[in-house]
């Protein structure tokens, strides 16, 4: 659900189920939120986590297959002037997109059939995100012989 969070003066998305019955509370408070259009707050995200940040360029290399796959399948639309390089080894793509969670799951959902080129903060968001589920791993077969 979107909607206008006084506190913040901005507009939010919450989770339907984080939202229960005996929470909400009619106050009478005058506000002017503004216009409101889904289509220009979502169209730069993945997902309905848009956040107030605004687009960056994301360059993604990708292996042939999964170039194919992308360009068929994509999980976040483009423009063929967004096709950087297009060779039977690699297939390169910039996307302008919100840097949201959502973005750093997809990718890591890819695994090792894509690679980020920029920006720097979507490689280490990325990178962090895999050293975090290895440590669940690290040890673990010792724990289990053990």
Known sequence: MVGWQLDYQKI??????????????????????????????????????????????????????????????????????????????????????IVNKELVFELARLGDSVKVISPQTVVEELTSFFRQALKQYQGSSTERSG
Not at 47 to 54: E, F, K, L, R, S
Not at 74 to 88: A, C, G, K, M, V
């Open 12 to 97: 939010r998305v919450f989770g339907l189920d984080r939202i229960m019955a005996h929470s909400f509370q009619i106050i009478d408070v005058l506000c002017d939120p503004p216009a409101f259009d889904a289509d220009v707050y979502f169209r730069q995200a993945l997902g309905v986590a848009a956040y107030d940040d605004p687009a960056e360029e994301v360059i993604l290399s990708f292996t042939r297959q999964q170039g194919l796959h992308f360009r068929a399948q994509p999980f976040y639309p483009f423009q063929e002037e967004d096709i950087l390089i297009d060779t039977e080894a690699e297939f390169r793509v910039k996307l302008t997109i």
